[in-house]
């Protein structure tokens, strides 16, 4: 048992250096991860928030109630600036305008009925509510969530206190931000690095002999599999780390406290900013997983590796443009669950549940599950090709 | 140095029962049959003859339409027998990112072999096939001849029974193809060899059986000795009837 041991992890040792030491995997992984360090830290030298006295003014609300008194100072501070998003980030109410601006754009975008009260509505506590409550009304009935799930949301919306407190969430975020773009760009980087994992023993003419040998046939598939889950792992926390250093390094772990509705405000989970980021950090972790086991199984199915960097390469852009409408049931709601799609959605989350032998399930807890059903499959599916050749 | 398998006392057999092997509409092997023992066997037959199509069989990594390959009667698809296999296929590759060294390493652990083992046995077959000065360079720098002789030292790690090698002498130079031979024959003497050639010459001298094939049936078995006189005039001429 232990010399069979030794010998799978001396083949790791081999197929890690294949993956790594492959023509293309360090210069994909230094561009993508320079890129993400690249944009970030672009936007703090170019405008620093230390420079603008972000903080400060930010800090100058913190822990007050978003009440009436709060609002009709920044209702004040909106007249005099020529309406919300005339406040510029001198004044202190800066990122509260940008945060009502923000609910009242999602209001403004997803219903034709209520588009017209919008911007007739008063910057009063009742107002700003109401509008909450008739946004997310609204969201229930566009995603058509039955009546129990409704009620399973009015639930968790009553137990976040209202008014809410604010408090400055500003690094948090921004931290937020970097998940969808770190995604995307890892499908590429895995579609590049990992679609050579089996389809490359044909193209370097080297499969006859790997397939002659005992290990060759019988395990090689679940070590090339888990090296190709290493390099998924790791080149998606070097692209997460290179997203996040700027945000660390300028704001540290500034509104980590923060609640989540005042980064997404839609959004009826009763957590902190750093709770919700701890889940955002799991789901990216494991949609790095799916998505590395998504190109081996295509590696192994189509033995080429353009095929199979092809295939995920237009996965990743009909991601990006295929909308599905919601009367379109589970079919909608899975396709939404794809990694890039849940980490990047914004003021408006999807509430659609899915409930399992009575387990109720947000979109963050089915995407996860999905992921680790969708892995698992792809390995018994790549056992099962790999076999056959 | 010991290149051959200890069990030199034991009988081997490898036994191919009426195989065949068909592509659409094509017959690549069609309902051969013959029986290897401890030596070397020569497999001569112009280009499409079938003999890639067979040894590929022999190695378990082509399944037959029909019929059945057994090794002292286990059948080749069996996990046991590859760790008694050794085999050099005609076209290969290497990877590049490796060196000689770590292509063997690789191979070692492919066929089960400990580390220490392995490194010992890699560092033998570097000496024996001339790369040992080269063995810390990367593949993608090796010529033809080069990696030829790599696939060989490949071939030969485990201390094959049954040692399948498809045109191995392609690329190698005059000098190479006669310690080539020399090796093969030192090999033959305890375990099974199967050398396909299109070139008699190379199997003339060290052959024990010959094995003829054209258009994927067996055109002739049997010894050859010296006192038949010409192997290469009694192939050309069974070709062209």
Not at chain 2, 57 to 65: A, D, K, R, Y
Not at chain 2, 110 to 138: F, H, Q, W, Y
Request: aromatic content about 10%.
């Amino acid at each position: 048992m232990e010399a069979r041991v030794a010998i799978y992890v001396e083949l790791l040792r081999f197929e890690l250096r294949k993956i790594f030491r492959g023509r293309i995997a360090i210069p994909a992984l230094a561009v993508s991860a320079g890129m993400l360090l690249g944009i970030a830290l672009i936007n703090y030298l170019v405008i620093s928030p230390y420079d603008r006295g972000v903080y400060e003014r930010e800090a100058a609300l913190e822990g007050r109630a978003l009440d009436d008194a709060l609002l009709a100072e920044l209702a004040a501070e909106a007249e005099e600036a020529g309406g919300l998003s005339g406040i510029g980030p001198d004044s202190p109410y800066y990122h509260l305008a940008g945060y009502i601006s923000r609910m009242q754009g999602t209001y403004l975008t997803i219903g034709e009925g209520l588009e017209s009260e919008a911007g007739n509505r008063e910057l009063t506590a009742a107002s700003v509510y109401q509008m909450r409550e008739d946004l997310l009304e609204y969201i229930y009935d566009y995603f058509r969530l039955s009546d129990a799930d409704k009620q399973w949301w009015k639930e968790k919306e009553a137990l976040i206190e209202k008014p809410f407190v604010w408090r400055a969430n500003f690094g948090a975020y921004s931290m937020k931000s970097v998940f969808g773009a770190a995604m995307n760009l890892f499908c590429m980087i895995a579609a590049v690095c990992l679609a050579g994992v089996y389809a490359g023993e044909k193209g370097y003419r080297t499969d006859s002999f790997v397939l002659s040998t005992r290990e060759g046939k019988r395990s090689l598939w679940l070590v090339k599999f888990i090296a190709g889950e290493i390099f998924a792992l790791a080149a998606g926390t070097l692209l997460l780390i290179a997203g996040m250093v700027p945000h660390l390094l300028f704001n540290g772990l500034h509104g980590i406290n923060a609640p989540w509705q005042l980064i997404v405000p839609l959004c009826a989970y009763s957590y902190t900013a750093g709770q919700m980021l701890a889940r955002y950090v799991l789901t990216y972790y494991l949609g790095c997983l799916v998505i590395g086991a998504m190109v081996m199984l295509f590696s192994v199915l189509f033995m080429n590796s353009m095929a199979a960097a092809g295939m995920i390469c237009i996965g990743l852009v009909l991601d990006l443009f295929l909308s599905l409408p919601p009367h379109l049931g589970l079919l909608s709601q899975l396709r939404y669950l794809t990694p890039a799609q849940v980490l990047i959605n914004s003021s408006m989350a999807d509430p659609r549940l899915l409930r399992i032998f009575g387990l109720v399930l947000t979109p963050l807890q089915s995407a996860r599950l999905v992921y680790l059903i969708l892995t698992v499959a792809a390995a018994a599916t790549v056992r099962s090709l790999y076999r056959r050749l | 140095m010991e290149l051959t398998t200890e069990r030199t006392s034991k009988h081997m057999e490898l036994k191919i029962d009426r195989v065949s092997k068909q592509y659409r509409n094509k017959i690549a092997v069609d309902r051969l049959s013959a029986t290897l023992h401890t030596g070397v066997t020569g497999l001569l037959g112009a280009n499409g003859a079938g003999k890639t199509t067979l040894m590929r069989m022999i190695c378990g990594v082509l399944t037959p339409t029909s019929g059945e390959i057994t090794y002292n009667g286990m059948p080749v698809s069996e996990e046991r027998y590859r760790s008694v296999l050794g085999y050099l296929p005609q076209e290969f590759g290497c990877y590049p990112e490796f060196s000689g060294r770590d292509f063997l390493l690789y191979f070692a652990a492919l066929k089960g072999m400990p580390r220490n083992e392995a490194e010992i046995r890699s560092e033998e077959l570097l000496e024996t096939v001339g790369l040992a000065d080269v063995s810390k360079k990367r593949v993608r720098t090796y010529s033809g001849g080069m990696k030829q002789r790599l696939g060989i030292a490949q071939a030969l790690l485990n201390r094959p029974q049954v040692l399948i090698l498809d045109e191995p002498t392609a690329g190698l130079d005059p000098m190479e193809r006669v310690r080539f031979r020399e090796l093969i024959g030192e090999i033959g003497k305890s375990s099974i060899v199967l050398l396909s050639t299109h070139i008699v010459s190379d199997v003339e001298h060290i052959a024990d059986h010959i094995l003829m094939m054209k258009d994927g049936e067996l055109l002739w078995q049997g010894e050859w000795k010296e006192s038949d006189g010409s192997l290469e005039e009694f192939y050309l001429r069974e070709f062209r009837e």
